[in-house]
């Protein structure tokens, strides 16, 4: 495997449910990200890591649950979510948090019903 | 804050056109610029990227130059194919936002052969 990787590609799920999306980096990075891309608006940053340590937050709501357990995963736990969060999920990686390129992995596509 | 703008789609061209994608740019500091691009069902690959004034990043045929005095970093191709056919965002990130980057809302560009 090569570069970030993503699974599920594809996660459908009752409002009632508990889930979580996992993310894997294969290229030595310190820092991971998770990203919000809506239909028609902007790509939104939700959570940054570096060497494991949060240190963003972009007011996002509690049913999302970041983790990091070491500086090549980083997952993503859903629980209680809205149909409205129904969307594609990214994540990324860089060297270190700054101006270094980040690099994003496929997306994860959830569906919440 | 910093933000970035993009002209609007969807773009239609016929292959082997020049394309052109504007984007202009509100930022404090010094940003690096990076155009991604995304194809259907994938997540987004760094396309090119510039870190200063008068860089002028390139691949695969595409262009763009950093350009201060104007805000700009537009994105272009000599002769595009069918297969370039995807959105383009443009980026761009500060040393002090916490690895933020600020993307622009898009830019369909389809290509008829």
């Known amino acids: 495997e090569t570069g970030v990787t993503q699974t599920p590609r594809h996660l459908v799920m009752g409002m009632t449910n508990k889930k979580s999306l996992k993310c894997e980096q294969h290229?030595?990075?310190?820092?991971m990200y998770w990203y919000k891309q809506s239909a028609k608006k902007p790509l939104e940053l939700m959570f940054v890591?570096?060497?494991?340590?949060?240190?963003e937050n972009n007011s996002v709501p509690s049913r999302f649950s970041p983790e990091c357990p070491n500086s090549s995963h980083l997952f993503l736990h859903l629980h209680t979510l809205q149909p409205e969060d129904s969307t594609l999920y990214l994540c990324?990686?860089?060297?270190?948090?700054?101006?270094?390129?980040?690099?994003f992995g496929p997306g994860t596509r959830l569906t919440v019903l | 804050g910093n933000s970035v703008t993009q002209m609007e789609g969807p773009v239609t061209l016929s292959e082997e056109a020049f394309l052109t994608i504007n984007c202009t740019y509100t930022?404090?500091?010094?940003?690096?610029l990076f155009w991604y691009v995304q194809y259907p069902g994938e997540g987004l690959q760094l396309l090119l990227k510039?870190?200063?004034?008068?860089d002028k990043g390139s691949n695969k045929g595409f262009e763009a130059t950093y350009r201060k005095e104007t805000t700009s970093f537009h994105l272009e191709k000599g002769s595009v194919q069918v297969s370039d056919s995807a959105v383009y965002f443009c980026?761009?990130?500060?040393?002090?936002?916490?690895?933020?980057?600020?993307f622009g809302q898009g830019t369909e560009l389809s290509v008829k052969p």
């Open positions: 290229l030595g990075h310190n820092a």
């Open positions: 980026a761009l990130i500060t040393y002090n936002q916490g690895g933020k980057l600020i």
């Open positions: 930022a404090t500091g010094y940003p690096s």
């Open positions: 990324a990686s860089s060297q270190d948090v700054g101006t270094d390129t980040q690099y």
């Open positions: 890591y570096s060497l494991e340590e949060r240190v």
């Open positions: 510039a870190t200063k004034a008068d």
